[in-house]
């Protein structure tokens, strides 16, 4: 069992489209995946029940940080993979899912707020670690990247202290049709998703796939009521 | 379903430890929703049970250091039944009954 925590304290950078696509992958390849919306706003519990369109897995909604505690520490005990996605802004809940998490996705979009903010997290997250007593790895992940402009090199440079994640995601509308349709990207998106859950799997922020699939459940999603 | 290895390190923390951990980490953070003045409000429930059941809930809200009440609270949401956020944290010290025993 693992817990990926997806945060940052900047609101914007990509962090609900990095959780669906990761529980999208994992569920596709018969993952036994939970997904956590530690979100007010709801965006990934809202997309998983209203939206999504593929194999199962089940998601829950709760911003209150002690249900959040009492949940992440219940379903740990059902999945192989827990995602949890976060608000963007510092609060408790983003702060006990870190708590509880193996490992911590930081998304950043080109952008001096953002780079501020991502080692703002990743500063964060090692105060959580020392506090915890144990390591807890964190990864900035570069998201809506155009390769070809001077700001994307820029920030990517500004950013080059932090711990950083070679794959990244490009600035492609096929992300933002998948919070409309639903469905798992493909053609470039596919492969750079593709190419993000290997190198996660890579560093074991996600665990290593044993290819013993026997089937792939057919669309159930599961979620429970939202937070006050 | 793929059969996965684990690569975690250690047991995931209690629920009350990963609240004083972050409390610890961040002190100043804001709970990530606005608690209403209806949703503090309290009342209480009143339950009889036999004296030999609420001395081991004693006994292990001491063991735990925490209070009957939370133990209650905790019983609750394991159960999935919605318990508000104030009533799985630890707030007054724990009194009264199998407080005073050694």
């Known amino acids: 069992m693992m817990i990926l925590t997806i945060a940052s304290s900047k609101g914007g950078p ?23 919306d530690a979100d007010p706003t709801g965006g990934l519990s809202r997309w998983a029940t209203r939206l999504y369109e593929g194999p199962t897995f089940a998601c829950h909604h ?26 963007g802004f510092g609060n408790r809940a983003a ?30 997250v090692a105060g959580v670690a020392s506090a915890a007593r144990r390591e807890i790895p964190s990864r900035v992940v570069l998201n809506r990247v155009r390769s070809s402009t001077a700001l994307s090199r820029h920030a990517a440079a500004e950013a080059g202290p932090l ?8 600035d492609l509308v096929a992300y933002g049709e998948m919070g409309f349709s639903g469905r ?15 190198e996660l799997r890579t560093i074991g922020f996600l665990p290593a796939a044993v290819d013993n699939t026997t089937s792939v459940k057919t669309k159930y999603v599961k979620t429970t009521r939202l937070g006050r | 379903m793929k059969g996965l290895k684990s690569t975690r390190q250690a ?36 339950v009889r049970l036999t004296e030999a059941t609420l001395d081991a809930l004693a006994d292990y809200a001491l063991q735990q250091g925490t209070t009957q009440r939370r133990v209650i609270a905790e019983a609750l949401a394991f159960r999935g039944i919605e318990v508000a ?15 005073n025993r050694s």
């Not at chain 2, 430890?17 to 503090?40: D, F, H, K, V």
């Not at chain 2, 944290?89 to 407080?99: C, F, M, Q, T």
């Open chain 1, 14 to 36: 990509g962090k609900t489209t990095m959780a669906e696509l990761i529980v999208c992958s994992l569920a596709s390849e018969g993952v036994n995946v939970i997904a956590l």
């Open chain 1, 62 to 87: 709760e911003a209150d940080e002690a249900r959040l505690a009492h949940l992440i520490h219940r379903v740990a005990q059902e999945a192989d993979v827990v995602v949890v996605d976060t608000a």
């Open chain 1, 95 to 124: 702060t006990v899912a870190m708590t509880a998490a193996d490992a911590v996705l930081i998304p950043m979009v080109p952008g001096e707020g953002d780079v501020t903010e991502a080692a703002r997290t990743v500063e964060l």
């Open chain 1, 163 to 170: 711990p950083k994640l070679e794959a990244g995601l490009s």
């Open chain 1, 184 to 198: 798992m990207p493909t053609g470039k998106a596919g492969a750079e998703a593709a190419a993000l859950i290997a």
């Open chain 2, 11 to 46: 047991p995931a923390a209690s629920p009350n430890e990963m609240l004083r951990i972050a409390g610890a980490a961040a002190p100043q953070q804001p709970s990530a929703i606005a608690r209403t003045n209806g949703a503090e409000k309290s009342a209480m429930l009143s």
């Open chain 2, 85 to 99: 956020g104030r009533d799985l944290e630890d707030r007054p010290p724990p009194r009264r009954r199998g407080s």
